[in-house]
């Protein structure tokens, strides 16, 4: 309920905040010259970006599952599972949240995640690859560095940030797809082709930068999420995930969708780094021990 009213307030926020920055740089009477309804774009823009934000994290436990094939361990049927619910059950208690769903998918990778709109209605999920490759000593440190997440709220953060880019992002390329259609190929009335084309290659263009922003914020997470693993299931057991994680890691195959959520994600360089949703293992290490 308190994660519905914060999303609510947010879109409120944000049309008020787009509203006074029109006004304050005089472009509401520009704009309505050139035939914009700047009020009802920000009411489309806020709708349809924070909408979709809202409605993708509503569905993110559903569709998760379903996306990785992961079976919920609803009785456990051996002590692997029993030991990997009783693991997430201690530390969820210990972090104050409610029981999440706890699931266990196959692939031999080296993953885990946690996902959901509610911290007290969360799912994580292991790897069959990770309990093979693991100790239980590095294993419960990564269920504990997804229960951090789940406690810290970080899949709501990043639908909310995701949100507001997608309202920014939305509202911006059609102003500019609108201005450029009047002022550079010249219509007078409706809407030309222009707008159309400007407006795409505006949202693709804002996108990419919006998204730069997300993954830097991805980032940081990692690493508030490694610190709440040190706090529930010791520092060493931490560094000695990662330091596993080291050893294993490769491709993921966890979907796009959910790569931001796993214990890590793909590696690069460069101008590449912008765009990883996990800082370098390395990096993670290093906070630790500092």
């Known amino acids: 309920m308190k994660r519905t009213f914060l999303f609510v307030m947010t879109n409120i926020a944000i049309l008020v905040v787009l509203s006074i920055a029109v006004r304050v740089l005089g472009l509401d009477r520009y704009l309505t010259e050139q035939g914009i309804n700047y009020g009802s774009l920000l009411v489309f823009a806020a709708v349809f970006g924070m909408g979709g934000a809202f409605i993708s994290l509503a569905l993110s436990k559903w569709s998760a599952k379903r996306?990785?094939?992961?079976?919920?361990?609803?009785?456990?049927?051996?002590?692997?599972?029993?030991?990997?619910?009783?693991?997430?059950?201690?530390?969820?208690?210990?972090?104050?949240?409610?029981?999440?769903?706890?699931?266990?998918?196959?692939?031999?990778?080296?993953?885990?995640?946690?996902?959901?709109?509610?911290?007290?209605?969360?799912?994580?999920?292991?790897?069959?690859?990770?309990?093979?490759?693991?100790?239980?000593?590095?294993?419960?440190?990564?269920?504990?560095?997804?229960?951090?997440?789940?406690?810290?709220?970080?899949?709501?953060?990043?639908?909310?940030?995701?949100?507001?880019?997608?309202?920014?992002?939305?509202?911006?390329?059609?102003?500019?797809?609108?201005?450029?259609?009047?002022?550079?190929?010249?219509?007078?009335?409706?809407?030309?082709p222009g707008f159309m084309v400007v407006s795409i290659l505006s949202q693709i263009v804002l996108g990419v930068l919006a998204s730069i922003i997300v993954m830097w914020f991805s980032r940081r997470r990692e690493f508030r999420a490694d610190a709440g693993s040190a706090q529930l299931a010791g520092r060493e057991k931490m560094v000695a995930a990662l330091r596993r994680l080291q050893q294993q890691q490769g491709a993921s195959t966890l979907p796009e969708k959910i790569t931001a959520f796993g214990i890590s994600g793909p590696i690069g360089g460069g101008l590449k780094r912008l765009f990883m949703t996990h800082p370098p293992l390395e990096e993670r290490i290093a906070a630790l021990n500092g």
């Open 67 to 192: 996306m990785v094939g992961a079976k919920v361990i609803a009785q456990p049927a051996n002590a692997t599972e029993q030991w990997v619910w009783d693991t997430v059950s201690r530390q969820a208690k210990a972090a104050g949240i409610g029981m999440p769903e706890v699931a266990i998918y196959d692939a031999p990778e080296v993953n885990a995640f946690a996902t959901g709109m509610n911290k007290n209605n969360a799912l994580v999920a292991v790897s069959t690859g990770l309990l093979r490759a693991m100790d239980r000593d590095e294993a419960e440190a990564v269920l504990a560095h997804e229960v951090s997440h789940v406690a810290n709220g970080d899949m709501v953060t990043l639908a909310l940030i995701q949100g507001v880019l997608n309202t920014f992002v939305i509202f911006l390329s059609r102003i500019i797809g609108h201005l450029i259609d009047r002022v550079v190929f010249k219509t007078e009335r409706g809407y030309g």
